[in-house]
């Protein structure tokens, strides 16, 4: 509560500015009988950025600097028998500490634990307090400064401009940022696992037991019946993402051909919305759907037919999770066929052609790059699909090529192995990383690959 109020007084205080700078500019129009630089409204939003941005700022760097700085200062406060014991974990200690602070209290802490407890609290009331003055006192400052400069020369538009690209540009920078602090944090646990394991058991093994713990140990001499061999995982995951695109590919193509060439703009209005809804269903629902109502159905269809199909199946996960990505392949497919010019097809109308014609041999040729894009990242979503490998595939990691069979994937296993309290120093534990790491470059590789075509295909048309 006690950010959300600051938080509260902070734009309250940008938003009088706001009025403020808009008035005097108003003022300054009425004055000298001619109009400003840009209009009114820009001075008031450059008074409000003016106080609101560098408040946010010290708030933000406040927030985050608060714990890091308290943890170091209780270091002073645990006892030193404490420290000297050889159980000691300062990672455990600090959150016996925060929650002690939190009121998260489980029996009787140590004295010592309600102690540093007290003192961190009061250390956050200080905090609190002096955040409040020098974020007040920085929006009140600020946001005058930017009030005082609003003048008949002043280009508040270009400030203002200057300021939200500075803004974007930020945000872009914290996007990539992220993304590859992501990338090292996986990089570094795998490199942990290949110590352990080496990297050609675990490509190249045909056999995935992370139970077994004398895998664990480098050169096990096992290379054919390695208990980490990460094949099985993605043959299960290639095999579940050829039957989806089997269903996605045809049907959103097919579909987005329809909207595009075929359908009136009634039709169109009317479909293109109600396929998209595909794409907002969770896919939690979808795994409920595929366990409670597809596997059963194949395997009840089967053995009419003498099939053996597993209750868990590659073919059911596959069916539906090929539902679920029919609306990225439609959606693109059509934005694609929609973007080649009219041109090209009163062309092929002049020499003769049919509306069939001119839309088999015209039109997808030219949108071909921009389906094949959008056939691509529907490949990268459906490799990174969980929940319904996890409700209708099984988690049986079998080298099969067999869709009747249980299969398992690769996000599948992570979410396994990372369920519950595990010991960050198994190679049961890292080979999570070490999976995630080769599921990252697999996607990022078709991601770039269609960037590629889709830029090949706008030099094209642009």
């Known amino acids: 509560m006690f950010n959300f109020y600051l938080l509260s007084s902070v734009l309250l205080i940008s938003l009088i500015f706001f009025f403020l700078g808009n008035n005097r500019a108003k003022n300054l129009v009425k004055l000298n009988q001619k109009n400003l630089h840009s209009l009114t409204h820009y001075y008031g939003v450059y008074s409000l950025l003016a106080s609101l941005l560098p408040a946010l700022g010290i708030f933000f760097i406040f927030t985050i600097c608060d714990d890091l700085i308290f943890a170091e200062l209780i270091k002073k406060h645990i006892p030193k028998e404490v420290v000297a014991s050889k159980d000691y974990n300062f990672t455990i200690v600090l959150a016996q500490i925060n929650n002690s602070v939190e009121g998260l209290i489980f029996g009787t802490p140590p004295q010592w634990v309600t102690n540093a407890a007290e003192i961190w609290i009061s250390w956050i009331h200080k905090s609190q307090i002096i955040t409040v003055i020098i974020c007040i006192s920085t929006a009140l400052i600020s946001g005058f400064l930017g009030y005082k400069k609003i003048s008949g020369n002043f280009r508040s538009r270009n400030a203002v401009e200057k300021i939200v690209m500075s803004i974007l540009a930020v945000s872009s920078v914290i996007a990539i940022l992220t993304t590859i602090a992501i990338i090292f944090s996986v990089v570094f646990e795998s490199i942990r696992f290949f110590a352990l394991i080496p990297y050609d058991e675990f490509l190249f093994g045909t056999v995935w037991n992370p139970q077994f713990e004398g895998a664990e140990r480098a050169g096990s001499g096992q290379e054919g019946l390695s208990q980490y061999g990460a094949i ?231």
Request: aromatic share 8%; glycine share 6%; hydrophobic share 55%.
């Open 232 to 462: 099985p995982l993605f043959a299960g995951t290639f095999l579940i993402s050829i039957i989806a695109l089997c269903v996605s590919v045809p049907v959103g193509l097919f579909s987005a051909i329809y909207l595009s060439e075929y359908a009136t703009s009634k039709e169109r209005a009317f479909f293109k919305p109600l396929l998209e809804i595909l794409a907002g269903i969770p896919t939690v629902v979808y795994g409920f759907f595929a366990a409670l109502t597809v596997a059963p159905f194949l395997r009840s269809s089967g053995s009419i037919f003498g099939l053996d199909v597993a209750s868990e199946s590659a073919l059911a996960a596959g069916l539906v999770m090929g539902i679920m990505i029919i609306p990225f392949i439609s959606s693109l497919s059509d934005d694609v066929i929609n973007a080649v010019p009219q041109s090209l097809r009163d062309a092929g109308y002049g020499l003769g052609s049919t509306k069939n014609e001119t839309v088999i041999k015209i039109v997808l040729p030219a949108a071909l790059p921009g389906v094949v894009a959008s056939i691509i990242l529907a490949v990268s979503r459906a490799v990174g699909e969980t929940m319904i490998v996890v409700m209708a595939a099984g988690l049986a990691a079998n080298l099969t090529a067999n869709p009747l069979d249980a299969v398992t994937t690769v996000t599948s296993q992570i979410v396994t192995i990372l369920v519950g309290d595990q010991e960050f120093e198994s190679a049961k534990t890292l080979s999570a990383f070490a999976l995630a790491l080769t599921l990252i470059i697999i996607t990022l590789g078709m991601n770039f690959y269609a960037l590629h075509v889709v830029k090949k295909y706008r030099e094209q048309y642009e």
